[in-house]
């Protein structure tokens, strides 16, 4: 079972914020820090200092760490036309020494849309779709090759596909709850299905929807790595795990219910059953950014014992 760090910084953090969290993961040996791609603070947030580009900030990163793989969860494809934004990936990746994935969805949050200024088209599942043809086929593309694509909502006429990332390929990271145009995605171009703060039953229930859909393209299930989002709030004892819970305006109760909370040991607990229901890789969400003691906790208490 491998950990990651997943950070939310629309709810307000800077760049100086988000490098020091990352450096922290690195240090403690967990195995990526990714972050979301919004630009608008949900709840009762602030937002302030305001947002932060997912892309911009990764670049960052990539010049800033040294081990540490860097990606988002996910990039919704809304935000950014697919040939720039597989410019923006690939150079991410040759600037990190290939340590980048791209995590991608086709967007849900209307109001950052509407806030700033961006399109939020009906059927942005099918434009998905098509963005992932396109960055995909551009990486792939070989090198003195040309790439055409005739889409529905995107077409391009012999680009060509540079440049070219590290990783070959680098990986894809789909995710969702949707019970058969998501695995039939993940099916075709991910290398990770990811699903977002749901139980290990229901994890299960999706995780043997993409292996079917793997199956059906020809793909070994096997050959996709199986992963969960979940808030984590671990703590000592009862009082550490109240005060982080009040930290992130979290109920206790409700945090052991839907997420990875409580001590260590209970922790432990609940990771095995996501492994019993196939995960392989846990996206810990950190909400309090500045609790770096809440990182050291579960890389010496939890993630030692997996």
């Given amino acids: 079972m491998k950990l990651r760090i997943f950070t939310e910084p629309q709810q307000g953090a800077n760049y100086d914020t988000l490098l020091t969290v990352a450096k922290t993961a690195e240090q403690l040996e967990f195995d990526a820090f990714f972050r979301s791609d919004h630009y608008l603070a949900m709840g009762d947030s602030d937002g302030l200092p305001g947002p932060t580009d997912a892309w911009i900030t990764l670049a960052g990163l990539a010049r800033d760490t040294e081990r540490i793989r860097l990606g988002t969860l996910v990039t919704a494809a809304t935000f950014r036309l697919p040939g720039p934004l597989a410019i923006q990936v690939a150079q991410v990746d040759q600037m990190s020494g290939g340590r980048v994935e791209l995590g991608l969805g086709s967007g849900w949050f209307a109001e950052e849309h509407a806030a700033y200024g961006i399109p939020f088209p009906a059927d942005k599942f099918a434009r998905l779709a098509e963005q992932l043809a396109i960055i995909t086929g551009l990486w792939s593309t070989k090198l003195g090759d040309t790439f055409d694509f005739d889409g529905k909502y995107y077409r391009l006429v012999d680009s060509p596909a540079l440049p070219k990332p590290v990783q070959d390929p680098i990986p894809v990271v789909i995710g969702g709850t949707g019970a058969t145009r998501t695995p039939a995605l993940a099916a ?119």
């Fill in 188 to 306: 075709e171009y991910a290398t990770e299905f990811n699903m977002p703060f749901a139980s290990a039953e229901d994890s299960a229930r999706q995780f043997e929807r993409v292996r079917a859909a793997a199956r059906a393209r020809g793909r070994r299930p096997e050959d996709l790595v199986y992963s969960n989002a979940l808030v984590a709030c671990v703590g000592a004892n009862d009082a550490d795990v109240a005060r982080r819970a009040e930290a992130i305006g979290r109920d206790v109760a409700e945090l052991k219910a839907n997420g990875l909370a409580g001590s260590p040991a209970e922790v432990v607990d609940k990771i095995g059953a996501y492994a019993a229901a196939g995960t392989s890789r846990i996206y810990l969400q950190i909400l309090d950014l500045h609790d770096l003691a809440h990182l050291e906790l579960i890389a010496s208490e939890v993630r030692s014992q997996l």
